[in-house]
């Protein structure tokens, strides 16, 4: 085969090391924080570039690339601590937890922790809970929509099944998350700032509906009771549960059932032969 | 959930990297497109993205364009990932599945990029193991694509071209050449992109290219202010790449040809003006390929074109 003389400029050098061990060195350097770390031998290379050139691409597109992927999964905290500041959290990140695998979309789990305390962040305490909350949020848009309470299912007092939307969660936090969300997505600072830190601890109801990931508020009572269905538990022994912590009265225990499960969106109730009995939708 | 037992092949027009920001518009609105390609990734850990690139496929062709089997990998390819690829493609029955002459894979971690390989001969006998051990698994061809290069390894004998014809050769895969990475690696290491394509098909069986692919770049200045063409798919076609691809379609027939855009995307409007322009020289092509086999009247082009 005839070969253009420009393009056959082969230099053939003897191979300094394997293909495996290339790779290897090659990805330690891509990832490596300091100057030295990043070297690797000029003889290694060929061509009208300069090796320490075209490694500085590929490093720019690795970190920028596993950067991209945290951005997606936590975006209130990217706007929060802008995208400069957010490429040094994910950065670090990424040089100690890389992926093992190639769908970046579930990959990043532990940032939220890892981020809690980072070096600059000491005015903003509820960074974790935010990058938790961001998480949650990203894991549930990921879900098919269950419109038909296909998920759990609870029987209740005999006659009745409580049929629960697949994938739904309950997700409690210290500070009010869901608020300074929005406010952050809003890029709206006046909220931002009114928002009271120490309101205590909040509980929501979480799931995938056609419309997106839905949100609703929910009493402790109510939280307590609902977690405990869903981890398993009957009726009468998430009832108890409840009752046992004494956080409650029995009677505002009954009205917040009522008013945060029962005629929630994300349930179906229903008798066992599947008649629906109002509430849910 | 739509299930599709066959495949539908991929038609010799210009399709469209579908991205997931447009997905829902798509499915919903169906635009003008003759076939869409998807990173099978991005669906593999989101039920819903796949739910709904389900309703896509019901209604286009579609293509499995893989960044991460890694086929370059002296470790070996990762067989839970090709596993998920192979889900997928028994879900989505797509028309072409392609990956990289590259690696990505290394001490255990996935490292986002398409790596280069050196071109030596224990490279060629690794990626040969490799990619016929995905065919196996997957149960058909794979394309595979040449990447855009900003490293040369002074260890090499033979070309990127030879290379991946003899790839081709001793496993059976076919090409998916990629002419804006054609273009970038030439100018990257100061060569003639057009002299570099002509060894592309002096080097290549042209029956085994079954797609190209055409997209933007970006032209920066490295430390020391020489030109630097970055492969980001963050523009429009640059004018030169048109003309490269005008020369490969006259190299290589018309063939499934793909508009890439992965950064800052712009409308759909404009990726379909992007594949327009390549329909439009593919049919130019056609036309005067016609014209000199005598089977069409110059005065009436555009009717025997599409008869």
């Given at each position: 085969m005839p070969r253009t003389p420009d393009i056959a400029g082969l230099q053939a050098a003897p191979a300094l090391w394997s293909l495996a061990t290339l790779q290897s060195r090659m990805a330690t350097a891509l990832l490596a924080a300091d100057d030295a770390g990043r070297e690797l031998p000029a003889a290694l290379f060929a061509g009208a570039l300069p090796g320490a050139e075209g490694l500085r691409v590929h490093r720019n597109t690795v970190l920028g690339g596993l950067s991209n992927a945290l951005r997606q999964t936590y975006p209130a905290v990217d706007r929060l601590v802008g995208e400069a500041f957010f490429d040094r959290m994910a950065v670090e990140f990424s040089r100690v937890?890389?992926?093992?695998?190639?769908?970046?979309?579930?990959?990043?789990?532990g940032f939220a922790d890892f981020i809690d305390g980072f070096p600059g962040t000491g005015n903003l305490p509820y960074l974790r809970a935010l990058a938790q909350f961001d998480a949650r949020f990203d894991e549930l848009a990921r879900c098919v929509p269950d419109e038909r309470h296909a998920g759990v299912a609870v029987p209740l007092h005999g006659e009745l099944n409580l049929y629960f939307t697949a994938g739904l969660v309950v997700h409690s936090s210290s500070y009010p998350v869901a608020a300074l969300r929005e406010a952050i997505l809003a890029d709206d600072a006046l909220a931002l700032a009114a928002i009271d830190l120490a309101c205590g601890e909040q509980h929501f109801a979480m799931w995938r509906a056609a419309a997106g990931v839905m949100l609703q508020p929910l009493g402790a009572a109510a939280a307590g009771y609902l977690r405990a269905l869903l981890d398993g538990g009957t009726s009468e022994a998430a009832l108890a549960t409840v009752l046992a912590a004494?956080?409650?009265p029995e009677a505002e225990v009954a009205a917040q059932l009522q008013q945060d499960i029962l005629q929630a969106r994300f349930v179906r109730v229903a008798t066992h032969n599947n008649a629906v009995m109002g509430a849910g939708q | 959930m739509t299930r599709l037992s066959d495949s539908s092949p991929i038609p010799a027009r210009a399709g469209i990297g579908l991205r997931l920001p447009h997905q829902s518009m798509v499915a919903t609105e169906?635009?003008?497109?003759a076939w869409f390609e998807v990173h099978p990734e991005n669906y593999m850990a989101d039920e819903a993205a796949l739910v709904e690139l389900e309703q896509v496929r019901a209604h286009y062709p579609l293509s499995l364009h893989a960044v991460g089997l890694s086929l370059g990998s002296a470790a070996g390819v990762d067989l839970a990932h090709v596993a998920r690829l192979r889900a997928l493609s028994e879900r989505l029955a797509p028309g072409l599945i392609s990956d990289h002459l590259s690696w990505s894979m290394a001490n255990g971690q996935f490292l986002p990029d398409l790596l280069p390989l050196p071109y030596t001969g224990e490279a060629l006998a690794i990626v040969c193991r490799n990619v016929e051990q995905v065919q196996q698994a997957l149960g058909r061809r794979l394309l595979i694509e040449n990447p855009s290069t900003y490293l040369c390894y002074a260890a090499a004998d033979m070309t990127e071209a030879e290379f991946l014809a003899a790839v081709v050769q001793r496993t059976g895969c076919g090409v998916l050449l990629d002419i804006n990475n054609i273009y970038v690696s030439a100018r990257n290491q100061r060569r003639d992109a057009h002299e570099v394509l002509m060894h592309w098909s002096q080097a290549l069986?042209?029956?085994?290219?079954?797609e190209m692919h055409l997209a933007g770049h970006a032209v920066v200045a490295t430390a020391d202010g020489a030109e630097l063409r970055i492969?980001?798919?963050?523009d429009r076609v640059c004018a030169d790449v048109w003309s490269l691809y005008e020369a490969a379609i006259a190299d290589f027939g018309v063939l499934p040809t793909l508009l890439e855009w992965d950064t800052r995307l712009p409308d759909f409007t404009v990726l379909q003006d992007e594949a327009q322009r390549a329909q439009h020289l593919q049919d130019d092509f056609t036309l005067m390929a016609r014209a000199r086999t005598g089977r069409v009247d110059f005065r009436n082009p555009g009717h025997a074109a599409h008869a």
């Open positions: 937890h890389l992926p093992r695998a190639p769908q970046l979309g579930s990959w990043g789990k004494g956080e409650s | 169906r635009p003008a497109a069986d042209r029956r085994s290219v079954g492969d980001d798919h963050g």
